[in-house]
């Protein structure tokens, strides 16, 4: 039953794949420069956006190569920040285990998801699908997706992976930035 879970959830993840990183800019707690869906739309509604756009300018998008492609959704400011991806990946989740989870995705950040009263911090050895591993103080994280012995594969999405990509963590690499694995109180 579990591995189907991760199957399906898996196969959720795999709609991600390649969403370019957007991520509003604030300036002195205002929006100055917003994204569609402000970086925090599940994958269809991303397609939709994407298509829509394609149409409005032109441009058909079944002729792009896939780095044009990437290319035309972060000219036009489409993407996903990574509570937005954790987000959208905890909801469908939650679906999958029976866990009603909802958010106000678009007030949803990264420390939100990895502090009190949303998660708490739980020990490595008790790691599951649906955890959260927090970096940056509280700036960025990662979605667990399983673990293998003392490999935890993630996904996330950031500037510098260039959007939605899997990684993995070998939890004996001590240079690895782990700031806290979190759980939602939800899922426990």
Partial sequence: MVRI????LQEEIGHYLGIPYWKNKLEN?????????????????IASETIRLAQKQNIDLTKLSNQEF????KKNHIGIDCSGLACQLLI???????????????????????SAPLAKEIKL????????????????????????GDIINYIDSSRE???????????????????????????D
Avoid at 5 to 8: G, P
Avoid at 95 to 111: L, P, W, Y
């Fill in 125 to 148: 050895k008790d790691v599951q699908t649906g955890d959260l591993i927090r970096q940056k103080n509280g700036h960025h994280l990662l979605f667990i997706v399983d673990k293998e």
């Fill in 161 to 187: 992976g260039r959007g939605v990509r899997f990684g993995q963590y070998n939890t004996k690499d001590k240079t690895f930035e782990n700031q806290g694995i979190y759980r939602l109180f939800l899922f």
């Fill in 70 to 73: 990437y290319n035309f959704q």
């Fill in 5 to 8: 879970k991760l199957t399906e």
């Fill in 29 to 45: 707690g205002k929006i100055i420069e917003e994204g569609v869906l402000g970086g925090k739309g599940n994958c269809r509604q």
């Fill in 92 to 114: 469908v989740y939650g679906q999958m285990i029976g866990k009603k989870v909802e958010f106000n995705i678009r007030r949803t950040s990264a420390d939100m998801l990895t």
